[in-house]
């Protein structure tokens, strides 16, 4: 049997430029045996949904730790206008109680608050992953 | 929640239509060696053979993606649709991998007549991923008239892109190594073009020179491997290249790979590679009896070779 590991973008649009942390969680990703497409600070939504689509992700991990993350619910409707619903988006950094309510609605799967162990998102992610594929048998 | 799954009901007839997503599922089925991936790559046949593939090898940090990307401007001012295959390593300890190749192709990242795709090369050694060739294919039929497959950052040995490559660059970064390195077989030698990037470095010189010298020291036919100065960071050397890689593909166009001698050459390897796995589970007190033998010095490889394969070939004909 070959192996299928998860695959995961872990990214960050708008323009907060720390990367610290998408680049601990992206290494950590990849200490769990996931294949992480990393991209630098400072993407825009076209370009992160091309990119969603092309290398077929199951998982988009936004990073956000200076108040980018209400973009994220513009980057969940590109996602459905461009039919990539099936793609679970989390959400770690910085972000305030109430707008975490927000980014649920919009249909984020998770928000990562500080303070989060790599452990526990790993966990996630492999759990999203298991969900989507068992919805797109092919 | 299936809304977003109707493009995989004729995965063949999407991809040709060039419906980017049924694209991108479909590789990685292609990838993950399903059911479904297998019986697409069947269907697939008939329809490769027209894109033109260019194999980009060399060593890690030496420029590969930014020469890739400037590869992709060139071709998309000449009027091409572009599909580029970037392969980076899997960890050998926890099977992850960090695919950051396509961050170096800046904004043709979001043009509509490129697709990038990135895979993980799961412990293959060659310098691609076992599927990157069927990988290929797919892109092959979806219509991109040039295919560009970037190896992981290769040695002196990985030279499998040769097998699946039309032309093949390799990347040399200036001052690796002496004259005696560019004597070595290997890498330098599946080279139609060498190029020496980050040309405005100061060893650029010396490196051109010893793979000048390199190259005058052997006996070619159809084409002579050229060397050529870039920097791919400003684009300087980059349309000579594209150039350089038109005339190669005029030049070789006898031997492209959607030649038989491609076919035959992945026809071996997938035989090969379908051998090793089988006598790899091969199980059983006569297969442990064969490696005692060989253990205690009774039996050659050689001979345990032919007696594996028998094994095999028994086990299959009773499953």
């Not at chain 1, 992953?129 to 797109?136: E, G, K, S, V």
């Not at chain 2, 080279?191 to 190259?215: F, S």
């Not at chain 2, 010095?297 to 394969?309: C, K, N, P, Q, T």
């Amino acid at each position: 049997m070959t192996t299928q590991p998860p695959k995961v973008l872990v990214t960050k649009i708008g323009l907060d430029g720390h990367d610290r942390g998408s680049r601990v969680v992206a290494s950590a990703l990849r200490d769990a045996g996931m294949e992480v497409v990393y991209t630098p600070p400072w993407q825009d939504i076209a370009a992160v949904v091309k990119l969603a689509m092309e290398e077929d992700v199951d998982v988009i991990g936004v990073s956000s730790l200076a108040t980018d993350h209400l973009i994220v619910p513009k980057l969940m409707q590109a996602l459905r206008a461009a039919g990539l619903q099936d793609i679970a988006v989390i959400v770690g950094g910085i972000v305030p109680d109430a707008d975490e309510a927000k980014l649920l609605e919009a249909g984020v799967a998770k928000v990562f608050h500080p303070g989060s162990s790599l452990a526990d998102i790993a966990a996630e992610v492999g759990r999203l992953t298991r969900a989507r594929r068992a919805l797109n048998v092919t | 929640m299936s809304a977003g799954l109707q493009a995989d009901a004729n995965p063949l007839a999407a991809i040709l239509a060039g419906e980017r997503r049924a694209l991108a599922r479909a590789m990685s089925a292609v990838e993950n060696e399903t059911a479904a991936g297998k019986a697409l790559l069947h269907e697939l046949q008939p329809h490769l053979g027209r894109a033109r593939v260019l194999g980009v090898t060399g060593p890690p940090g030496a420029g590969k993606s930014t020469l890739v990307s400037a590869l992709i401007g060139a071709w998309l001012s000449r009027g091409a649709t572009v599909g580029v295959v970037a392969v980076d390593p899997s960890s050998p300890f926890s099977g992850g991998a960090i695919l950051g190749d396509r961050i170096r192709m800046g904004a043709h990242q979001a043009d509509e007549r490129v697709f990038i795709r990135s895979l993980a090369s799961r412990g293959h050694g060659g310098g691609l991923s076992r599927t990157a060739a069927r990988v290929i294919d797919l892109l092959d039929a979806a219509g991109y008239d040039q295919i560009i497959v970037e190896t992981v950052g290769a040695g002196q040995s990985e030279v499998e892109v040769a097998e699946i490559a039309d032309t093949r660059v390799v990347v040399c970064p200036p001052g690796l190594g002496d004259e005696v390195q560019a004597l070595k077989a290997g890498i330098l030698e599946i080279a139609d073009i060498l190029v020496v990037n980050k040309a405005d470095l100061p060893l650029a010189d010396r490196t051109e020179r010893e793979l000048l010298a390199m190259l005058s020291l052997r006996h070619y036919d159809v084409w002579t491997p050229q060397v050529l100065r870039t920097i791919a960071t400003s684009g300087e050397g980059v349309a000579e290249l594209a150039d350089l890689i038109e005339r190669h593909a005029l030049a070789c166009a006898s031997q492209r790979r959607s030649h038989g001698g491609r076919v035959r050459r992945l026809i071996a390897a997938s035989a090969a590679d379908w051998v090793k796995r089988r006598v790899e589970g091969l199980a059983g007190d006569e297969f442990e009896e064969l490696c005692a033998r060989v253990q205690s010095g009774e039996l050659d490889y050689a001979s345990a070779d032919l007696r594996a394969v028998a094994l095999v070939l028994r086990a299959e004909k009773q499953a």
